[in-house]
């Protein structure tokens, strides 16, 4: 250990309990359903069947719509973060951020307060809100580290402001675009409450038929069969965001403060529309808290008063208040969690690269970590029901499930966040440290932790929204008694009277506000990303 | 003391050091001297316990290193760009050190002082110029007083009068706290001010070791005097301690009597009374004096002449020979 391969063992020890935990509560789960699916004659059947490519052309058309939308409002948004250095940039920053970490039913209600009809329109509206901010600070990210020496020169031969942006600026941020791009579609695509709240029983998408056929129907084979071509199509998005991040590196990047300066001529008018979106931006959360302070009444308190009870004639079986306590508890649970399993991998990763290792190995645990993150929620909440029986001590009934499928959503964006920074320390920062007599152990706590303090605060911050709002396991794993606000939020709509509407559109400003919170949080941590998508 | 006996470092299937010996006493200072990827940082490496040797030892007073740990070899390092941790003043970086040791935090500002950083132990890291990092990089390796100090080009990526400097103040600090100290350096000036004792190093081999003024004036081959400056080489013959060649007779007393070959510097011919004569075909002024390429016999030499009477292109000059430019190439009996 003195040498050649330091912590080769440590860091595959490292590596084990996060390895462990994704095949136990990931692989063997969607490779149930795999099984599931490929094992009944569900798979030809449902491939066979019409209502099958109307529903995968219908989600992946939605996506692309919805995609499309998001790229458009938010490159001007990306290009007012990176490019100028107005003031309300920082509240510019922590607006977009907003609608991302919103629980997807905060979204759902939030645009069918606007758009009460529901359908194709506000479908797409709400999926391009959520990922605004991906694209925007996604591309901000890489826009304000491009040498704007490249523009100029392009200015200086003559080439008009437009032209530039055409011809230097875009190709050089088109990897980010795309990758930032391909994000978005998976999200999109795979989005659950959103189309579940505002599809009504009209449109659905792979995502929500996976839900519809195994909670109502009991088809599982046919569940089972969409589940495997979601992973198929998911896997493919991936592998695609994956080559275009790879060719990401290779613009000349510099430091931030030297691009942005106060816009001139034309770019007003950009910075206009950037101010546009993100007034657009706004309208949903307005109307939400406008509609939860609206009754029969006129103004009042009533859907907030109701969160004492259990709805209307008894709608739920816990009282909306029960449910915020469990929502806060395994919310807490999974980010506890997370964060030990996503420092864990994110040390193993690191402390692999720095050893002779094989680089390639280190890109597959990378990839194999972020598995999660691609393969639905519904998926995997699905998969847990018919595999967790398996395991000891009755987990499947367990109030415990909740957070352990949280955890498993959450523990690739803490790695996401806290990897870019632990990589880039530099490794001599390390070495100067061990020569001063630090142990290993002692280089992490004096080099590592304080270096990337700020940045796990910030995934622990991030993460717990996540939890919090988290809808697609959730609805799959908690019982009546331990349902989630989300949750709760789900069933009250899906129900009729006038007071459970209230009390739903209470309940996600109450959501809406810790998350406004949360975010207000993370961006006074002034950490450079969330993470590097 | 220091000893390297028969190191090798392999880089996947790449071999950067060969089969090194290399002593360094107790209060010496050794320069490792040679032109980039000649595997002079990945020595040093590997006598920091940073590097696995794939053959060879790394022993302390007569004690084999290859199993302790870097942190426990009680050596201190210096990179080129400082490294200091940006999370920690001046001060908390030059009590790393002394914190691990579990040592009292007194000798911070002595160290300061030592260094010429008196007060700027508030100071963030981040602050501070080139210069003034590299002297708390030194503070902070010197600070738990190491048994051996690394220094991996510590001035390289200064500017160069900075460089010159620091070069000076380098040395005194060292001599001053008495450091046994191994230096990898690519500037010659650099070894030759700082050091005790040189070592060349080539594609990953130690190809001379010896005082400064003994490599300058006597490299082991034509190679070693090329990198040092020495680029013509000549066949001359040496008779009572005067040097016949080509290019006139100098006196060099330390050179062995018989024929030998030279390797001259530029320095060697200057513009002068000599018996030899060509055209200048090139010219540029450097700081105290002007590099002339001249043209003799169809060949191409470097000389060079004063600032105040540089001959023009084209113009005709003959030359002299400079004792001081020359040396004799081959290895010392």
């Known amino acids: ?533 | 003391m220091l000893a390297v006996d028969g190191l090798t470092v392999r880089y996947r299937g790449v071999t950067a050091v060969s089969d090194v010996d290399i002593q360094v006493a107790d209060g010496e200072v050794v320069a490792l001297l040679g032109p980039s990827g000649c595997g002079k940082s990945t020595l040093l490496r590997a006598v920091a316990g940073l590097e696995r040797p794939d053959a060879g030892t790394v022993s302390w007073d007569g004690r084999d290193l290859g199993d302790v740990p870097v942190h426990k070899r009680g050596f201190g390092l210096v990179f080129q760009d400082g490294q200091l941790f940006p999370h920690r003043d001046v001060r908390g970086n030059v009590a790393f050190g002394l914190r691990m040791a579990g040592k009292p935090l007194d000798r911070v500002d002595e160290l300061l002082s030592l260094v010429g950083l008196a007060g700027y132990g508030a100071r963030r890291v981040t602050e501070l110029s080139g210069g003034e990092q590299q002297r708390v990089a030194l503070a902070r390796a010197l600070a738990p007083n190491p048994r051996l100090l690394l220094l991996d080009e510590p001035l390289s990526a200064l500017d160069r009068a900075l460089r010159e400097q620091l070069a000076v103040d380098l040395s005194r600090v060292l001599r001053a706290s008495g450091a046994t100290a191994l230096v990898v350096t690519h500037d010659h000036d650099e070894a030759f001010t700082l050091a005790d004792r040189v070592a060349i190093m080539s594609a990953g081999r130690i190809v001379q070791v010896g005082r400064p003024e003994e490599v300058w004036r006597r490299p082991v081959d034509a190679e070693t005097a090329h990198f040092l400056g020495a680029s013509l080489v000549v066949p001359a013959a040496v008779a009572d301690g005067v040097v016949t060649t080509e290019f006139g007779v100098a006196a060099l007393p330390w050179a062995p009597e018989g024929d030998v070959v030279l390797a001259l510097r530029p320095t060697a011919l200057v513009v002068g009374e000599g018996p030899v004569r060509g055209t200048v075909v090139a010219r540029v002024h450097r700081r105290d004096h002007v590099r002339l390429s001249v043209e003799v016999d169809s060949r191409t030499v470097d000389a060079v002449s004063g600032v105040g009477d540089a001959p023009v292109v084209g113009a005709g000059v003959s030359l002299r020979l400079d004792p001081a430019g020359i040396a004799v190439v081959g290895p010392t009996p």
């Open chain 1, 1 to 533: 250990m003195a040498h050649g391969r330091p912590g080769l063992t440590g860091a595959l020890l490292a590596a084990l309990p996060p390895l462990g935990f994704l095949v136990v509560f990931f692989l063997w789960p969607v490779a149930a359903i795999i099984r599931l699916g490929l094992l009944g004659d569900g798979v030809g059947a449902v491939l066979a069947s019409a209502d099958t490519w109307g529903l995968v052309g219908f989600t992946v058309g939605q996506a692309a719509a919805a995609t499309a939308v998001a790229v458009v409002a938010g490159l001007p948004v990306a290009f007012l973060l990176a490019r100028t250095s107005l003031r309300g940039n920082g509240f510019i920053r922590a607006a977009v951020l907003v609608p991302f970490v919103l629980p997807t039913v905060v979204v759902g209600l939030a645009f069918r307060s606007l758009l009460p009809e529901g359908g194709v329109v506000a479908i797409v509206l709400a999926n391009a809100f959520f990922n605004v901010a991906v694209v925007a600070r996604s591309v901000a990210g890489v826009w304000s580290h491009v040498d704007r020496r490249a523009e100029d020169a392009a200015r200086v031969l003559g080439a008009s402001r437009l032209r530039t942006f055409l011809s230097v600026t875009l190709p050089v941020l088109r990897p980010a675009i795309g990758s930032a791009a391909s994000v978005v579609f998976l999200f999109c695509a795979t989005s659950f409450g959103v189309v579940l709240l505002l599809g009504g029983g009209e449109y659905s998408t792979l995502e929500t038929e996976i839900y519809l056929r195994t909670v109502q129907l009991l088809d599982l084979p046919g569940a089972a069969a969409l589940s495997l071509l979601q992973v198929a199509a998911v896997f493919a998005v991936l592998v695609i965001g994956a080559v275009t991040r790879r060719r990401q590196a290779a613009a000349r990047m510099r430091g931030t403060a030297e691009t942005a300066r106060r816009p001139v001529g034309g770019e007003w008018a950009v910075v206009a529309v950037a101010y546009a979106v993100v007034a657009l931006l706004l309208v949903p959360i307005a109307a939400l808290v406008v509609r939860s302070l609206s009754t029969v009444d006129g103004w009042g308190l009533a859907g907030y008063r109701a969160l004492a009870g259990t709805g209307y004639r008894g709608s739920l079986q816990v009282s909306g208040w029960e449910a915020a306590e469990n929502s806060l508890r395994a919310a807490t649970d999974a980010t506890l969690l997370a964060l030990v399993l996503g420092v864990l991998a994110s040390v193993a990763l690191v402390s692999l690269a720095r050893t002779k290792a094989r680089p390639g190995l280190v890109d597959a645990l990378d990839t194999a970590f972020m598995l999660p993150l691609g393969v639905s929620a519904v998926t995997v909440g699905f998969g847990y029901l018919i595999t967790l029986d398996a395991l000891p001590g009755d987990l499947r009934t367990s109030a415990t499930l909740v957070p352990l499928a949280q955890a498993l959503v959450v523990t690739p964006l803490v790695i996401r966040m806290l990897l870019p920074v632990l990589r880039s320390i530099d490794d001599r920062l390390r070495q100067a440290a061990a020569t001063l007599g630090a142990s290993p152990w002692r280089v992490w706590r004096e080099i590592d932790i304080p270096l990337a303090g700020r940045s796990l605060l910030a995934a622990a911050a991030f993460g717990y929204v996540v939890a919090l709002g988290e809808f697609g396991a959730t609805s799959f794993l908690a019982r009546p008694d331990s349902a989630t606000l989300p949750v709760v939020i789900g069933r009250l709509v899906a129900r009729p009277g006038e007071l459970n509407n209230q009390m739903a559109y209470a309940a996600c400003t109450l959501l809406m506000l810790v998350t406004i919170a949360v975010v207000a949080l993370i961006e006074r941590l002034r950490v450079a990303s969330v993470g590097e998508f």
